[in-house]
């Protein structure tokens, strides 16, 4: 089983022709509601990849729960321990994203921020999974304290270091898998460089994985991803699409990636699985709606092969 231990929020997403200069107001904006948090996109993505997948999180016992519940109650392939507690809000996202599909997020963890952590221990302790996968939109305490855990029961485990937090310097050297954007890699060597191209950030996978001695994925959108581990180091392109709402693409991409890795342990094919599948998740509006089955992933392979 994969685990994903992590942040489950209501998203609420305005669509605009562009974004607001500081102090304007931009009307005329389209509005979407739908489930979301970087645990819980992940969670579904793996399920979505084919691969049995149990998501642990917390809400509030608020109108958003109940909103929330029954997307969570659609996803069939999808087990899922969440904590309701009474005195927290649920995590709420609000985002706005540009005719370009790029977006802008802030963030209300809420009940995120609060997730039991005597109750989270004694679900792992009767969850049997053979890997894990969190990111860092929960607290530090809950992160360290899984990793620990999976450590001792000899799990894989994959960190997603969004959103980057200054405690990941703490936990980054336990990960098998540690997958980043190119901004979180330049946070995480403390490089000061505007920008970074493809060459820079192999580069700087390279300098991550010297420390770590494991796999380090580093997303670069549309300019692929850098991967390097202690049998590989390469650069794949990324498949072209035309994007409406680049929102849950990195979620996308983790979730397929940690379950293609557990369903066939080939790096090489996880990455090229995983990246049509971020790929076809910035075609649609939403985070959670807009991650692809396994199926509509195989169907755009196949549509690529018919092509060449």
Request: aromatic share 8%; net charge negative.
């Amino acid at each position: 089983m994969n685990l994903v231990v992590g942040s489950i929020n209501l998203d609420f997403t305005i669509y605009v022709p562009r974004f607001p200069e500081v102090g304007e107001t931009v009307t005329d904006g389209d509005l979407f509601i739908s489930p979301g948090g970087k645990g819980f996109n992940q969670a579904v993505a793996s399920s979505r990849a084919g691969v049995k997948t149990k998501f642990v999180g917390a809400v509030g016992d608020d109108i958003m729960w109940e909103v929330i519940k029954k997307f969570v109650s659609d996803e069939k392939m999808l087990e899922t321990e969440i904590f309701i507690l009474g005195e927290e809000q649920t995590g709420s996202a609000f985002i706005v994203v540009d005719r370009l599909g790029n977006n802008r997020i802030v963030v209300s963890p809420g009940a995120n921020k609060k997730i039991p952590i005597d109750d989270l221990m004694l679900t792992l302790e009767m969850t049997k999974f053979s890997q894990i996968l969190l990111q860092c939109e929960v607290d530090y305490e809950v992160i360290s304290r899984v990793i620990d855990f999976a450590k001792k029961r000899g799990c894989k485990i994959f960190l997603n270091t969004a959103p980057f937090k200054s405690w990941v310097e703490d936990v980054y050297m336990s990960a098998d898998f540690l997958i980043m954007n190119e901004i979180e890699a330049k946070l995480l060597c403390k490089s000061s460089e505007p920008s970074a191209d493809s060459e820079e950030m192999i580069l700087i996978a390279r300098e991550i994985q010297g420390r770590t001695g494991k796999y380090v994925i580093i997303t670069m959108g549309e300019n692929g991803v850098v991967v390097k581990g202690p049998d590989i180091d390469s650069h794949f392109p990324a498949f072209e699409v035309t994007p409406v709402d680049t929102t849950g693409a990195g979620d996308t991409f983790c979730g397929y990636f940690s379950a293609e890795m557990l369903a066939r342990g080939d790096i090489v094919e996880a990455i090229r699985i995983s990246s049509v599948a971020a790929a076809l998740c910035v075609t649609k509006k939403g985070a959670v709606s807009s991650i692809p089955t396994k199926t509509e992933v195989e169907k755009f392979l196949f549509s690529l092969s018919r092509s060449d």
